[in-house]
């Protein structure tokens, strides 16, 4: 059986980069079906849920869509609110959308506004007997000169962007399409010769593997090319960060989220062809108000997916330490964002919030052959981060975003928690003496980022110099600071106030005060050594104190090395 990527001809006429412009209209036509015409092939099982949530999410970014699928039983059960409106995508149907679209461009051209349309196709692609490639309708076909002809250049639009997931499946995780070394070498041949045909205005992105085959996955309920594009769009691919995705920064999107994936029988290409006449034509953005979910910088985990109320999976990024990514999602109602090992649920209300509350997650008991396991290990297992990014524009000759408004991630500094084992040297306390020196141990909670926040519980014994009195001290702090990598060395600043109990014992007995105020500021730096990170630190700080029940400031100033393991 023989896919056909013949239909993904482009067109190449020689001009120069334009920059990006924004569009005055953009408009999508979503075609899906998981039927085939040909009795060796099997019907996919989820090219009508890629079909709905390609249209779900198109529309999220502003890009008015219109959807034409046959659901399953399943996916009709979904209810979801895009299937009011979809129709059967028969070949009566698409050149009846396509007449629609291309009179509304025309009124359009007429008032002087732009125009984009994406042609989003998923299913079945084939050849026929005579070799003729084309892909699988509801009672019909599309193939090589009908696809050009009656939708691409009858649509009548300024730019036209077309993404291919065409596929055949078979178990678990579906081999989608199928050529031999004939077939793909026709192929080849068949994309040189449409780059000579006339048209600039046209680009297009699709995957293929070395035999032809690009693969479906039920862990996603979807095609692993769709899912991966749809989680670039939606902004994981932004590398740039100015709200648009251009085909450069999808491209190397999805070459990244595949490159992991070993194991498998074969491997997956992205095809991206810009259009010639404006390369750096974005293919979405910038995204109106709406469901908006913010990785921050300061987030600890770096691989996350995205889930639906009904376990249904939205996007997948993998983010660099120290990148915030935004993600435009479809519109739901609770959203979970989950890790390797640990999971938050995000009410709609909730997204504009910056912080996550993640709980511990249990891993899902499922049976996993080697392709899942390929799939499960390696998707999303590589960051596209900008040296990503500038190494895939260089070795496809693309034209790189414009990246004068950037500005590189900064990774985040992680302070680690655990005991801290020191000694110090201090302004006696009471105005005892001079100084006093003595041990201590402390409890210091993990902190991220470069302000932070934490606690601090600690308790030290000080026997003064020349003097025979006991200090016992016992604090419990909240801290914050902030710190500052320099190499292997950070230096930090940092305030803290509590609670403490400060107790004396001398000869002639004992004192103390269970309710003193403690507070104090430090500098210093910190060296992460083999055996733990050596902690320098100056401090002032100050107890109010009660003796012989009056209340006083008592300052206190030093030094504290401590060893934090």
Known sequence: MRTLVILLGL?????????????????????AHNGSDDARLKPLRYADDDGVLWAEMLQRLGVETTLLVDPDESTRQSRRPVLAGARTPTPQEVAREVARLRATHLAEREAGRETDVLVIYVGHGNTDEAGRSYFTLAGGRLDRSSFYAQVVDALA???????????????????????????????????????????????ALFAESDNGETHEWSGIRAGVFSHV??????????????????Y????????????????????????????????RRPMVGPAPQGPLLVLPAHLEDTRLSIEDEAGLRLADVRRVDGQSVELHLPERKVYWVRTPTREARVERSQLGERSLRFQPREAPLVVRGPIEE???????????????????????G????????????????REPGGWEWGVGVYRAPLEQSLLATGPSVAW?????????????SAYALTPFARSDVRLHRLTVQALGGLVQEMGPVSGFMEAAAGWALV????????????KVFAGHLALGFRLPTAVGALRLRGMVGSDYITVDDQGRWDLSYGIELTLQR
């Open 229 to 246: 594009a749809r989680s670039g769009l939606m902004g994981g691919a932004d590398v740039n960060a100015d709200g648009m995705v251009e």
């Open 248 to 279: 450069s920064e999808l491209g190397a999107f999805i070459t990244a989220a595949l490159k992991g994936v070993e194991s498998m029988p074969s491997r997956l290409t992205v095809y991206t062809f810009a259009p010639v006449g404006a390369p």
């Open 398 to 413: 693309l034209v790189p975003v414009d990246f004068s408004g950037w500005r590189a991630p900064r990774p985040m500094h």
């Open 444 to 456: 210091r909670s993990a902190t991220l980022g470069s302000g932070y926040y934490g606690l601090r």
């Open 11 to 31: 067109a190449t006429l020689l001009a120069a980069p334009s920059a990006p412009g924004a569009p005055g209209v953009r408009r999508a036509l979503v075609i």
């Open 503 to 514: 107790g004396l014992t001398y000869p002639e007995g004992t004192q103390g005060d269970p």
């Open 157 to 203: 639009a300024d730019y036209v962007h077309v993404i291919v997931d065409a596929c055949r499946a078979s178990g678990v995780v579906g081999r989608r399409g199928q050529a031999d070394a004939a077939v793909l070498e026709e192929l080849q041949g068949m994309l040189e010769r449409e780059q000579l045909a006339a048209r600039p205005h046209v680009g």
């Open 374 to 396: 390929a799939l499960l290990q390696g998707l999303f297992s590589i960051p596209m981060d900008r040296p990503f990014y500038e190494q895939y524009v260089t070795s496809e």
